[in-house]
Structure formats: C-alpha cells, structure tokens
C-alpha cells in the first residue's frame, strides 16, 4: 500500500467504527425517549434537529479531532472549517425526520475529502445495523462484501428514488413526476438522501435524484453509488460544500433517458 493509501485505509477503518458507534447510540436514544422526548427544535418549516443529532455529531467531530488533529471538519449541526488539508463533512444523522418519528430510513453519513475530491465515505444503515463504505478507486462495501448497481435496462421495470425539500419547487417536483409516471418509471419518496443513494449502490433502486442536498447528506453515499457503478451527477465540491445543489445517481443504462427526464424539466 502507498502512504495515501495507508491513510485512507486507517480514515475509512476509524470512520467505520466510529458511525456504528454512534448509529447505535441515537438508535438506543431513541427506544430510552421515545419520539417525544428527544428534544426535538425546528430548523425551518419541516425541518428538525434532536438531542441525538447534536450528541452524535459532537462525538464524531471530537472523536476525528482526537485522532486526526491536522483535519479539518464539516458538520450539518455545528458548521466548522475546512481548513488547508483533508476535511471530515459530516451528517450525524440523514434523515432526521423519519428518526424523530420512528420511521427505519435514516443514518450516519461521514465523508473525507481532500485535495479537492471525496476519497472516503461511510454510512452506518443504522435500524439495519449495516454499514457501507467506498474508498476513491477501491470499489463499494457493504458490511465488508463487494455491492454493485442493478442491472436493469427497461424502463417499464425501473424503479427509483426522489428526494424532495420545502428548499425547492413543489411545482418542479410535481412536472418531474409527470415525466416519469409518462415514461412508465416507478418512484418513491423516504426522506434520507443517504439511504436513498445507497439503495442505488446495492443495486436495490435504480436511481437517486434530488433537486438540491447539501453537502453532508450525499458526499459519503455518492462515492459509494460511484464505485458500485452508478453514473453520479452532482455540483463540484467548490460549489457543493458552501452552497449544496442538484443530485443524480443512477445505473448506467437508463442514466441518459432519466437525466433527460429529470435534470431538464
Ligand atoms: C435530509 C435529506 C433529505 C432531504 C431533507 C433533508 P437531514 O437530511 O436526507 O433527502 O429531502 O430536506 O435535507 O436534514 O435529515 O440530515
């Protein structure tokens, strides 16, 4: 292994741990509280954050200070600063929503960027207990094992996820949905772009899209759905970072025709 590969290797171990760890957390804090009593405030018009999230982000963010003290670090709840050389983004639970609720779509998103692209992304499924992970060039996991894009290629047969926020048009959401019910596509809607987008990676749906996401909901996921094989539209990470903006992953054989249905409306 070279030197960068060694650091990627102890990054995505650590990182690997270190989501499972925390996952577990807000999954045990949740069945202690209940969907009452977690001290959930609102960001915005449907728009949460709990106790959970801050805890876990906290945790992560000292945690990857303690041992990787020269990165710098990007969190959903607590900002940060990227600073001259690699960074952690990092969304301590995607999906909060469905969290707060009780609904299974929900997990820890931790990416690495450096030197301008994500290298290293981890994903703790945590009702599922399973975690993904994908290192730039090394392929996509899931609980150790290769995963690897559907191979559909009928587009009466395909089925996909969309996202969709108040950040966005409702009318836009409606016309894209117009022009996938024409074109015979199936979707569905569950809230976690992370989830989402790793359900693409295992070859479960066949595409991810979503208006716009910001950085920490999608770095780690989208390494992962690329390695497994998925085509991977999205801004660069200049714009990505600060501003967030449109997400597409999906298989490669229906990639253009959905593009066209999605990206151009
Ligand atoms: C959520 C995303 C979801 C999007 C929501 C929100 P959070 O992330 O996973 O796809 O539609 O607006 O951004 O806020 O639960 O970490």
């Known amino acids: ?13 650590f990182a690997s741990t270190l989501a499972r760890q925390v996952g577990q957390y807000a999954l045990k804090y949740w069945e202690q509280h209940g969907s009452e009593n977690l001290g959930t405030t609102s960001k915005g018009l449907q728009d949460f954050v709990t106790i959970a999230d801050k805890v876990a982000e906290d945790t992560i963010r000292n945690m990857l200070s303690e041992h990787f003290p020269e990165d710098g670090f990007v969190g ?24 707060l609720r009780g609904l299974r779509h929900w997990g820890v998103s931790i990416a ?43 587009p009466h047969s395909a089925m996909g996820i969309i996202g969709a926020s108040r950040r966005t048009s409702i009318d836009l959401y409606l016309a894209q949905l117009r022009a996938l019910h024409d074109a015979g596509i199936e979707h569905r809607k569950i809230g976690a772009a992370t989830i989402g987008i790793v359900r693409v990676a295992e070859g479960v749906a066949d595409f991810y899209y ?15 759905a690329s390695e497994a094989g998925a085509q991977v539209v999205a801004p660069n990470l200049e714009e990505f970072v600060p501003n967030g903006g449109e997400v597409f992953c999906g298989v490669p054989s229906l990639s253009p025709q959905l593009e066209g249905l999605l990206l151009a409306v």
Do not use: Q
């Open 76 to 99: 959903e709840e607590s900002g940060g600063e990227r600073g001259e050389g690699g960074y952690w983004v990092v969304d301590p639970i995607d999906g909060t929503a469905n969290y």
């Open 112 to 154: 690495y960027v450096e030197n301008g692209k994500t290298v290293l992304g981890v994903i703790h499924d945590s009702p599922t207990d399973r975690i993904y992970a994908a290192t730039l060039g090394g392929g996509a996991t899931r609980n150790g094992v290769p995963i690897f894009v559907a191979a559909t290629i009928n």
């Open 1 to 13: 292994m070279t030197t960068h590969e060694n650091v990627h290797a102890e990054r995505l171990e």
């Open 210 to 224: 979503e208006k716009h996401l910001n950085c920490w909901d999608a770095l780690a996921a989208l390494l992962i």
